[in-house]
């Protein structure tokens, strides 16, 4: 069906290969570009580059354009070649494969998304051998989607509510949850690509670093669980299990006493309140609770917007869970912020905004700012895609592009002279 990229066996010179690759670098972070960009940022010699860009053509990575005078950018002189990364010469995919649902995402060589796929119920999922197949089934969707047949699978990667050590293994505690969260999932996508496993918080945290989010902070998912994507001094925290920012710790924090998140912590406070008779008709929660069997965060928070009692209570609690966690987190770390992240981030707002101001009034300093992430439900998707880039830009040419593609490539674009 695919021809996907593999490994090469016989890796270029090592001078060779670093000008290959510093040209390559260039590609990925311009848009069209010519021999003097590529100088000016790396100083290399003109013949060096042109040599690496005529081989990055023949090898597929790199596609060459009409001149700088066609193209209206240069006018005396004899006219500079252009050249631009080869999009579609390999593409990534991103997996979160979450408590309640699997999601795909794949994205070109610029991070550019193709297509994105989602399921539900993975939790139901029963068995790790149909779990697979989910994570597999899901990918496949995706690939579908993106229309792109003749572009080989570079990298994936899987993101699980689970820590991850460096062999992509989770360890077996937490009464199994965490190997029902990564069962293992080499054998279901050895089709596509070099297979990287990684820990949702921790993808969350690449995803917003590569946003702008600084050298030192937390990335908090904080729906179900609290668990923190750990960068600090612009390296991510892994721990000898990978389980740095697990926050087990919670369960001894007087409190919290749990590392229940803020959506599940929301709708066991929910449900205490309605079980004590403690929702008073007429008001807003009560509206909210007079059909659904669960109350759930969001319609608690849109209660305290509209002044509900109950609901502002529960927010302060919320918000007192928060700031107990950040507290936690920066008197560690010394990090500058906390980003809560995941689909709770928007409607938390309130929440976030209360925690801040605890944290402010509190005896601890320095405290770190708490901030709502932006990229909603996606941030781990997006995170994942972010890594498998991050893997193909640190190493290019540990990968080769099937004959067919580097075919394709020289048709398009015609040979390149020195």
């Avoid at 796929?117 to 149909?130: L, S």
């Avoid at 403690?278 to 759930?296: F, Q």
């Avoid at 409607?347 to 209360?354: L, M, N, Q, S, Y």
Wanted: with cysteine.
């Amino acid at each position: 069906m695919q021809e996907y990229l593999r490994r090469v066996t016989t890796p270029p010179a090592p001078l060779r290969r670093s000008s290959l690759e510093t040209v390559l670098d260039v590609a990925f972070t311009e848009q069209a570009f010519t021999a003097s960009t590529v100088m000016a940022r790396t100083g290399l010699t003109r013949s060096t580059v042109l040599a690496a860009c005529d081989e990055l053509v023949r090898s597929g990575w790199i596609t060459a354009l009409d001149d700088a005078r066609t193209a209206g950018e240069y006018r005396l002189g004899r006219p500079a070649k252009r050249y631009e990364l080869h999009r579609t010469a390999g593409l990534v995919v991103g997996v979160d494969v979450g408590n309640t649902r699997i999601a795909a995402v794949v994205a070109d060589l610029r991070g550019t998304v193709l297509a994105q796929v989602e399921r539900g119920a993975a939790a139901g999922t029963p068995g790790d051998d149909a779990r697979r197949a989910a994570v597999a089934a899901c990918v496949a969707d995706a690939l579908l989607q993106a229309d792109h047949p003749g572009s080989p699978v570079l990298v994936t990667t899987v993101g699980v509510a689970a820590p991850v050590d460096r062999r992509g293994g989770s360890p077996s505690e937490d009464d199994g949850f965490w190997h029902r969260m990564n069962p293992g999932f080499a054998a279901a996508l050895s089709g596509y690509g070099e297979l990287v496993v990684e820990n949702d918080a921790n993808l969350a945290a690449i995803a917003e670093r590569a946003r702008g989010a600084g050298d030192s902070f937390a990335a908090l998912l904080s729906g179900e669980r609290f668990g923190a994507g750990l960068i600090v001094d612009g390296v991510l925290l892994r721990g000898t299990h990978g389980g740095a920012g697990e926050l087990r710790i919670l369960n001894i924090v007087e409190g919290v006493g749990t590392p229940e998140g803020l959506g599940a912590a929301c709708r066991t406070l929910a449900a205490a309140a309605r079980a004590a008779g403690r929702i008073l008709p007429g008001t807003p929660l009560a509206t909210a609770a007079s059909e659904p069997r669960v109350l759930d965060a969001p319609m608690v928070f849109a209660a305290a917007e509209a002044d509900d009692p109950v609901a502002l209570e529960i927010v302060e609690r919320l918000a007192e869970r928060l700031a107990k966690a950040c507290i936690v987190l920066g008197s560690l770390l010394d990090i500058e912020r906390v980003h809560v992240a995941g689909a709770i981030a928007r409607p938390a707002e309130r929440v976030i905004r209360r925690a801040n101001a605890l944290l402010q009034a509190g005896a601890f300093r320095p405290v770190p700012e708490v901030v709502a992430s932006q990229l909603g439900a996606d941030v781990v998707l997006v995170g994942a895609a972010q890594r498998a880039l991050d893997t193909v830009r640190a190493h290019p040419l540990a990968f080769s592009l099937p004959a067919a593609a580097r075919e394709r490539t020289v048709a398009t674009t015609g040979s390149v002279g020195g």
